[in-house]
């Protein structure tokens, strides 16, 4: 809401959700002047597009109705529980001549596209492995237990966590095949998940390895290993890649980015760079920067990880480790 409320060209006309009280919150929180109501079909022919943030398994109702009312959604991610949700969701769009984006930030991160241009340039040689992570603590105060109940949600971390390095990984380096999983589930929802799996880069087959976790800090990034080094694109420093080689037999260190970028956070945050995009595709009639198209391809590497899944091995469990 911050992200979007800043921009220039934009009113919060409404605050939609089944809970009013949630919605007076918010509008006290922002010092909106929107009206508050719990009815999707109150907004016909009141606003001009929406930004769906309701339970995961929620997201392909209402952004199809919302839809069908010829109104633009930008629809968080994951932007539905299964692919065929998806799909219903791309045709209401197709159908209605409506803009339908994807909240997927980590697209809108400077360094994750230098970082492909670096690797398929053979910065850092022929590649051996790409690894990516994103989590840490789910520690910050909840309304409700949704991010834990199926009745909400299709999947825990790599479901509502994972997507974002998934849908990096597809997006810079090609879908994902020879996929192997496993998760702590164990019959509710996960908190850890491991995927391994093979991109085509460069004509060669090179493994990809993906760690997810809501108990423990992860690096929130994409890690590439060469023969003539390693490169690091991560949320942490937005605008530039790390990377690694040897000169002269010594470790060397280089932070590469654009001409002009100023190192450090970047200049406008990916979550307001991602809400411009949209507002820019509803007024000038273009195509969102991440579609619906393109983000459901990371959709259906978690749909085919879920169905390969098998349980993670307790850390406690693991050989050598002393009780």
């Known amino acids: 809401m911050l992200a979007l409320t800043g921009l220039h ?16 919150r918010l509008r006290r929180q922002f010092r909106l002047r929107a009206d508050v109501t719990d009815s999707v079909d109150s907004l016909a022919g009141r606003v001009d597009a929406a930004l769906v943030a309701v339970n995961p398994r929620d997201h392909a109702a209402v952004s199809i109705r919302l839809l069908g009312m010829g109104i633009d959604v930008c629809c968080e991610k994951p932007l539905a529980t299964s692919s065929v949700e998806a799909e219903r969701m791309i045709e209401a769009a197709t159908k209605n001549q409506r803009r339908l984006a994807i909240a997927q930030w980590c697209r809108f991160l400077p360094s994750f596209p230098l970082l492909r241009e670096l690797v398929l340039d053979g910065f850092v040689g022929d590649v051996q492995e790409i690894t990516a992570e994103f989590g840490g603590p789910l520690d910050w105060p909840m309304d409700s237990p949704a991010y834990f109940s199926r009745q909400n949600t299709a999947g825990g971390v790599f479901f509502d966590t994972g997507i974002h390095m998934v849908d990096a990984v597809v997006w810079l380096f090609g879908d994902i095949s ?31 390895r993906l760690s997810f976790s809501w108990t423990d800090p992860k690096r929130n990034g994409i890690h590439v290993r060469g023969t003539a080094g390693s490169a690091l694109a991560s949320a942490g ?11 002269a037999g010594a470790p060397l260190q280089m932070h590469i980015q654009r001409q002009g970028s ?5 200049a406008t945050s990916p979550f307001r760079a991602q809400m411009q995009d949209f507002v820019t595709a509803v007024s000038d009639r273009g195509e969102p920067f991440v ?9 259906r590497v978690i749909e085919h990880a879920y169905a390969v899944r098998r349980p993670l091995s307790p850390p406690w469990l693991a050989p050598g480790r002393a009780l």
């Open 9 to 24: 060209n934009v009113t919060v006309a409404a605050l939609c959700d089944l809970s009013l009280p949630t919605a007076h």
């Open 178 to 208: 020879d996929i192997e999983y496993a998760d702590d589930a164990f019959g509710g929802l996960e908190a850890n998940a491991e995927l391994r799996g093979t991109v085509v880069l460069n004509g060669r087959n090179v493994p990809v």
């Open 237 to 247: 420093e937005p605008n530039a890649v790390i990377v690694r080689q040897t000169l």
């Open 262 to 266: 100023r190192p450090g956070p970047a």
């Open 291 to 299: 579609t619906a198209t393109s983000a459901i391809r990371a959709l």
